[in-house]
């Protein structure tokens, strides 16, 4: 079953090492399920003349997608352009129930390894290392059922097409009132980039030449701020603020989000290449 899922598309960290659509992406879209669902990959990278591969995962964190980054470089992937969607809901304090399913990588990846490590000390993750069983038997919704889903569809990447993107469609829409609640009471959320994970992710951008852009995604009734350091933000946290048509819920966007977003995001980089 580890070799299995291991050698599947079925979760994009398995895609890092399986699909040369990775490997070769020339733009890599990192984040969480703001970026997974938010961003329209294919027309990002076909208007900056880039092959572009959405490597975002739903409900991970900050900590993950350095994990991510880390095995991306190791494969030999260069991309010169990554767009991290950061926000305040990636705090790294804690893993998220989506992080296990790293886990077959524990017993080849050391990125994987001391992950574990970082939040389950040395003896369960070894321990998870000599016994897959463990894990299957512990986390078998996240591992087992899916490595017998990729053992008969290999190429079947969960909740993503194929170059990692998944949409919201328009018919699912937030609630006119909830949404109108969160916009009269719109908080600012300032950021930071004192984020051990975000120095280490930006550390490792300017060691591989990549240029780091952080998106902050649209989000109903919420405005974020990030300040302190000289590098690309593009904020999109506040764009669609009078536009509820444009959001699946109070945190994701849907499809006529999503084109909106995008088009934003596009303009910006045009702008910082003047």
């Known amino acids: 079953m580890v070799g299995i899922l291991k050698k599947s598309h079925f979760y994009k960290c398995f895609t890092i090492h399986a699909d040369s659509k990775v490997k070769y992406a020339r733009l890599i879209v990192l984040g969480s399920s703001r970026a997974l669902t938010g961003i329209d990959t294919k027309t990002l990278g076909d208007s900056l003349h880039l092959k572009a591969y959405n490597l975002a995962m ?22 010169k ?51 897959p069983f463990l894990y299957f038997g512990k986390y078998n919704t996240e591992l087992f059922f899916p490595a ?29 009132a909830a949404f109108n609640f969160l916009q009269k009471n719109t908080r600012t959320v300032q950021l930071s980039w004192n984020n051990p994970d975000l120095l280490a992710i930006e550390k490792l951008c300017v060691a591989y030449n990549i240029q780091l852009i952080l998106y902050l995604a649209p989000v109903a009734g919420q405005e974020r701020e990030i300040s302190g ?8 946290s506040s764009i669609l603020s009078a536009q509820p048509q444009c959001f699946a ?7 006529i989000g999503r084109a909106a977003a995008t088009r934003f995001l596009i303009d910006q980089l045009r702008l910082g290449k003047q």
């Open 81 to 131: 352009i990554l767009i991290l969607a950061y926000d305040n809901m990636s705090d790294s304090s804690e893993m998220s129930s989506n992080d296990w399913r790293m886990l077959p990588l524990i017993h080849s990846s050391q990125f994987v390894s001391d992950y574990m490590k970082q939040y389950h000390g040395m003896i369960e993750t070894n321990a998870y290392k000599y016994f």
């Open 58 to 79: 739903d409900d991970t964190k900050l900590s993950l997608h350095k994990v991510l980054l880390e095995e991306l470089l190791k494969e030999g992937s260069r991309p």
């Open 148 to 176: 017998f889903t990729a053992l008969i569809k290999p190429t079947y990447t969960y909740r993503a097409n194929a170059i990692g993107d998944y949409q919201y469609p328009e018919t699912i829409k937030i609630d006119s």
């Open 229 to 236: 350091k000289d590098l690309f933000v593009i904020n999109a």
């Open 249 to 255: 819920d109070s945190i994701h966007v849907n499809t």
